[in-house]
């Protein structure tokens, strides 16, 4: 499977933007562009996903360059509760069972 | 929020002894996963299921089985457990085929074998 890379760590201040990019330069043709998010303490939870297109949603807005290469999460105004571990994944959505790599993701930190 | 639970929550025991998990959901989801989560290594994938009886090995499934009797239940066992063993164990349902379909996951377990 694809696999990502991302920045280990990256600050933000309060109610800033917060632009998470996501490397995937083997992705194929039927990889979908998935972002979760680990809370402290708590398990990872759906963000935003997309194919081509950019996407918005209440969490956030997913942009995904054209050649499908790389792709960022934004986060329009970063508050303290959106301080977690942001995970970018490629999903295959062909084939069953697991798709779903996590690798380390990025940690955020928001500055008040 | 789904419904997913994961018994216990925190345990330690010492190694050799036998450990069970227990990850149960309300949602009726085909498809469960048992993770497991260590500094520096991310989540990783131990075991999945697809359906009752029916399971698959993960990326790092040495030293542990599964099992799913009902819908329901999906039990994570550790035959003899190992200090390398140590670790956060999430459970998750949904995935399988489609775009649409996100995983939930459970509140975790912390596992410490010493």
């Known amino acids: 499977d694809a696999k990502t890379t991302q920045p280990n760590s990256m600050e933000s201040n309060e109610e800033e933007p917060v632009h998470l990019p996501c490397n995937h330069s083997?992705?194929?043709?039927?990889?979908?562009i998935h972002w979760y998010r680990q809370l402290p303490s708590q398990g990872p939870e759906y963000v935003i996903h997309g194919l081509t297109s950019n996407v918005n949603n209440r969490m956030a807005s997913l942009a995904i360059a054209e050649d499908r290469k790389s792709s960022t999460l934004i986060l329009h105004r970063a508050t303290l509760r959106d301080a977690a571990v942001y995970y970018c994944?490629?999903?295959?959505?062909?084939?069953?069972?697991?798709?779903?790599?996590f690798g380390t993701g990025t940690s955020l930190t928001v500055i008040p | 929020d789904a419904g997913i639970t994961q018994s216990p929550r925190h345990k330690v025991t010492e190694t050799g002894t036998p450990v069970t998990l227990r990850c149960h959901q309300t949602e009726n989801h085909r498809y469960m996963y048992w993770y497991r989560q260590d500094p520096g290594h991310g989540l990783r994938l131990i075991h999945y299921?697809?359906?009752?009886?029916?399971?698959d090995k993960g990326e790092v499934s040495d030293g542990y089985s599964v099992s799913r009797s009902k819908t329901e239940d999906f039990l994570l066992t550790l035959e003899s457990a190992t200090s390398s063993q140590t670790s956060v164990y999430f459970c998750?349902?949904?995935?399988?085929?489609?775009?649409?379909?996100?995983?939930?996951f459970g509140p975790g377990t912390r596992l410490t074998v010493l």
């Open positions: 083997t992705i194929s043709g039927t990889d979908y």
């Open positions: 299921s697809y359906g009752v009886k029916d399971t």
């Open positions: 998750a349902i949904g995935g399988g085929q489609g775009a649409y379909n996100e995983q939930f």
């Open positions: 994944i490629l999903r295959d959505v062909t084939r069953s069972g697991n798709q779903f790599y």
